[in-house]
């Protein structure tokens, strides 16, 4: 993976931990969610739920299923996963998982790698 | 079918029961009803809690619409005078005629008058029908001291009855003792001293020889032993007799004792007649009871159908358990060990005031019958031994022996498959366990399919064993765990919580849980933590746990835009905070509705503008509304007796004491109040979680309706409260549900599945039966004290209002939030109504 892809995104003071935030990157509205457990993990996520078709990803309940890192919509409740962006609930929906890291106090996010 | 028309005479509990059972059967069965009361069927069992606030509209088995809906053709205030059988047609008093193809007696029982001279006097009354009852209520109100002549099981209900109507009560009996058809003279004699205790006087071995006028009182009755009684009202309730004229004037066969004779199909000497309930005689007896009733209904509806296959009545256990005056009487089978060679087993604690006895069959392998009184807790299994013959064990006396801890209680796996278990609605063991086997998973499915324990509800516990039982021979026993990450129920978890005082999800989650926890125990512990705590919910440990809605206090749209709704404690608010809300919705754009609960719902609100909108509200001396969580909700009030013609207390003053008190207490669901300032209940208190309604000495408390989705009407729970005692029972109530119920459960369906139900409610928060009542009120105190207006705290908290930004790296809108005007207000646009395209991954 080329370092150049990798774009400032946030600060880490602006994440929340085990909960999420958005981000704007050019027109891309990213959910960054926090998980402090097991060890500390930044997760990345497009925003836009499909199914409840608005931007509000960023506001689910983080956690596990077995041991799935996911996220729950806030409108229908959904999961999807943190790794892979597939709804576990609805098979075809998914969101789009971006790469994402952390340099000093910098989140960066590789938008180009997105799967 | 044949062309059938079928014409049914009385609408009483059986009456009614039989069209029920025609229209389920055979929807265009073309029904006529006469009725000669001025009312559809109503309750007539419960028929004491008239007295105690329930209204002739909460007694009503059914109502006007339905029977319009059933396309029933029924006439009330239509006493049928005369049957011309030849021409098969019935007349009425006011002249009308009914042409009939099958025609049904339904026309039940009138109270025997012992034929006492002046025994017609005005304040001579009976116990029978509402309109009986309004007469004692209006009797009563001039008259101090009544008297129930007859000391049965409905003697002792009418004198109940006068006692909550405040008169000096006496019950003067006949025989030696107090229901001695149900019960032998040992129970009958522990029962007239807990009744005595009571207030009541009860005086046995007295015939009563004439009433004359009295000195002190209005009569005065004379006993055959000399001995006299003043009183000012008299309720005769000496036995019922069979309403059999009708069938006497056109000749059909009656007992030699009265009632209409009829076979095993329930038809009369005529084969197009058929008789039901109190007014028919089969082999020679009348039965009294509405379960027998109901049993001859269906039997007769199925006749009446010309089904396949129809069942015979054949005859039915006269057993039966009730509460009297708060004393529990049982009697099953043959009481009074008349049976040839029967043999007793007795067993009494006069302390505490418990008699127990059970008749076997001479060769002490059968129950043949039982009493029970001052504790009913052994009917169950008493009943299913007897109704099933099952074999006694070797030593029957440890049945109703308290110190035998091996009491060999009967498993429902010892059942037969016939074992009745509801006999109010005839549903066997073999029932339930079809309804089980054919998807019903769990208890109130079970109930609404089979329809077992919604009569008396006697059968709850027995129902409710069997049911767990069958799921787990399924292999599909109801696991309680709320989720992978914790191997406990909610209720568990609450335990925990307070046991170990544990004050945050990650604690929990290290000592008990697994994993990283997910969505539905986050919000569940969150909410207990809240419950037991009351933290402010954005603190940093409990952020996460919160749903959008908690996290962000407001509620979000589908667009992901948020309404908000600041409180208005009872409904009730200025006109400058109106403008306020007005001025407030027009500056932000914000479509307005007013919302069932009393308030004002403002939406559209963006994420970013919720702290300026609530700092407006704040200002102007709002506070937050609790709309999106788990928690009270409104109190919804009526105007009350400052402005109502009607009302007969403050409802308005107490709906906003209720809600400044409640507000923010977390609980499993959201929970709804209503205060109504009288009985026509214009605030529909009965249809809400917690329902107050006032009377002319007080307020009435129901608990646990529901509207929604399914609606269910509370309970009354407790009645002409006081200020203090109605706060004290509300805070005991609320603080039980939200430790033991499930998660988001409301109340309604938490007291459908709360074992043994109202009555072990009122055990818990009356009596304090579990001994928790101290606890649960200073754990309200607590609630009460730390009340905080979460909107307040969070303006004032830098740290928290930085959760409210979109972005947060950008200043940006979300651009996928966009609307469009319907009736000059905002609506979010559909997505081919955007006009600028949105962004999709």
Request: glycine share 8%; proline share 3%.
């Amino acid at each position: 993976m080329n370092d150049n892809k990798w774009t400032h995104l946030c600060k880490t003071s602006d994440l929340v931990k085990d909960s999420g935030v958005c981000a704007l990157l050019e027109n891309t509205q990213v959910a960054v969610f926090y998980l402090s457990r097991p060890e500390p993990k930044i997760y990345a996520v497009n925003n836009y739920d499909p199914i409840g078709k608005a931007n509000v990803m960023s506001r689910g309940i983080v956690g596990c299923l077995g041991d799935e890192p996911v996220v729950a919509s806030p409108l229908y409740k959904q999961h999807f996963s943190l790794l892979s962006g597939q709804c576990l609930e609805q098979e075809g929906s998914q969101i789009t998982v971006y790469p994402v890291r952390v340099e000093g106090d910098d989140v960066q996010l590789s938008i180009a790698n997105a799967k | 079918m044949k062309n059938n028309r079928i014409v049914v005479i009385g609408n009483g509990m059986v009456g009614h029961h039989l069209v029920e059972s025609l229209i389920s059967q055979e929807p265009k069965a073309r029904i006529t009803v006469l009725s000669s009361e001025p009312r559809l069927a109503y309750d007539r069992v419960h028929l004491s809690e008239y007295f105690s606030g329930k209204s002739a509209e909460e007694l009503a088995l059914t109502s006007e619409a339905t029977y319009k809906q059933w396309q029933v053709d029924f006439h009330c205030n239509a006493k049928v005078t005369d049957i011309k059988r030849d021409d098969k047609v019935v007349l009425t008093e006011s002249g009308q005629q009914y042409d009939y193809d099958r025609l049904v007696l339904a026309t039940g029982s009138y109270p025997f008058v012992p034929p006492i001279p002046g025994n017609d006097q005005a304040h001579c009354l009976v116990y029978r029908t509402i309109d009986d009852l309004d007469a004692i209520q209006a009797s009563a109100e001039n008259s101090r001291v009544g008297v129930v002549v007859g000391g049965g099981l409905l003697g002792l209900e009418a004198a109940n009855a006068l006692r909550q109507l405040g008169l000096q009560t006496h019950v003067v009996e006949f025989a030696p003792q107090l229901m001695a058809v149900q019960i032998d003279g040992a129970g009958g004699n522990l029962l007239k001293n807990k009744i005595e205790e009571l207030g009541v006087q009860v005086h046995c071995s007295k015939a009563t020889e004439c009433i004359v006028p009295g000195e002190g009182h209005r009569y005065k009755m004379c006993f055959a032993d000399g001995e006299t009684l003043e009183t000012d009202l008299i309720l005769f309730s000496a036995g019922i007799r069979p309403h059999d004229e009708l069938a006497r004037n056109c000749d059909l066969q009656v007992g030699e004792r009265g009632g209409i004779v009829i076979d095993n199909y329930c038809r009369t000497s005529d084969a197009d007649i058929y008789a039901v309930g109190e007014c028919a005689l089969w082999e020679q007896r009348i039965y009294g009871l509405v379960a027998p009733g109901y049993q001859m209904a269906k039997v007769a509806a199925k006749s009446l159908l010309e089904q396949e296959g129809g069942e015979q009545f054949s005859g039915a256990d006269m057993s039966t358990k009730l509460k009297l005056m708060g004393v529990d009487v049982g009697s099953i089978g043959d009481a009074h060990a008349k049976t040839p060679g029967a043999m007793s087993y007795t067993y009494e604690n006069q302390p505490l005031a418990i008699y127990k006895k059970i008749v076997v069959s001479e060769d002490g392998k059968n129950l043949l019958g039982a009493v029970l009184v001052g504790d009913c807790s052994e009917y169950d299994t008493l009943l299913q031994y007897m109704l099933n013959g099952i074999e006694l064990p070797d030593a029957p006396e440890t049945l109703i022996l308290p110190m035998a801890t091996e009491a060999p209680s009967l498993g429902v796996d010892a059942l037969p498959d016939m074992a009745s278990i509801c006999s109010c609605h005839n549903v066997s063991k073999g029932d339930v366990i079809a309804a089980i086997d054919n998807g019903a998973c769990d208890l109130s499915s079970v109930k609404s399919c089979t329809k077992a324990s919604t009569g008396c509800g006697g059968c709850s516990a027995l129902l409710k064993n069997l049911v767990d039982s069958t799921l787990e021979q399924r292999g599909l026993e109801v696991n309680t765990d709320i989720c992978e990450h914790f191997a406990y129920s909610r209720q568990e978890l609450y335990d925990i919580i307070r046991a170990e005082r544990i004050r945050s999800f990650d604690d929990l989650l290290d000592r008990h849980g697994k994993g990283l926890g997910c969505d539905t125990c986050k919000p569940a512990v969150g909410s207990i933590l809240a419950s037991h705590w009351n933290d402010y919910v954005l603190k940093e440990e409990h952020l996460p746990l919160q749903d959008t809605n908690d996290t962000y206090l407001a509620n979000m749209q589908k667009d992901g835009s948020y309404s908000v709704v600041p409180r208005v404690p009872g409904g009730e608010i200025t006109a400058d905070k109106l403008i306020v809300l007005g001025q407030l919705a027009k500056k932000y754009d914000l479509y307005t509705k007013i919302t069932g609960g009393q308030r004002v719902d403002l939406f559209g609100a963006r994420l970013e503008q919720l702290p300026e909108i609530w700092a407006e509200l704040i200002d102007a001396g709002f506070e937050t509304g609790h709309a999106y969580g788990k928690s009270l909700r409104t109190v919804k009030s009526c105007v009350g007796d400052s402005w109502c013609r009607y009302g007969v207390q403050d409802s308005v003053s107490m709906a906003i004491f209720l809600e400044n008190r409640y507000k923010g207490l977390r609980a499993p669901h959201k929970i709804k109040m209503a205060v109504s300032g009288c009985t026509r209940e214009c605030a529909e208190a009965q249809s809400k979680d917690i329902g107050v309604i006032a009377t002319e000495n007080g307020w009435n408390l129901y608990v646990c309706g529901n509207g929604g989705m399914r609606p269910r009407h509370a309970d009354l729970f407790a009645t002409d409260l006081d200020d203090e005692g109605l706060i004290r029972c509300i805070d005991r109530i609320l603080m039980f549900y939200i430790r033991t119920a499930d998660r988001l459960q409301r109340t309604s369906v938490w007291m459908e599945n709360l074992e043994g139900g109202l009555e072990y409610l009122q055990k818990v928060v009356i009596d304090d039966h579990l001994g928790v009542c101290h606890e649960l009120e200073s754990q309200i105190a607590h609630i009460v004290e730390s009340y905080q207006c979460e909107w307040k705290t969070t303006l004032e908290n830098p740290e928290s209002l930085k959760r409210f930004r979109q972005f947060v790296n950008s200043d940006e809108s979300d651009e996928g939030i966009q609307f469009i005007r319907v009736r000059d207000q905002i609506s979010p646009a559909g997505e081919n109504q955007k006009t600028k395209t949105v962004e999709m991954a």
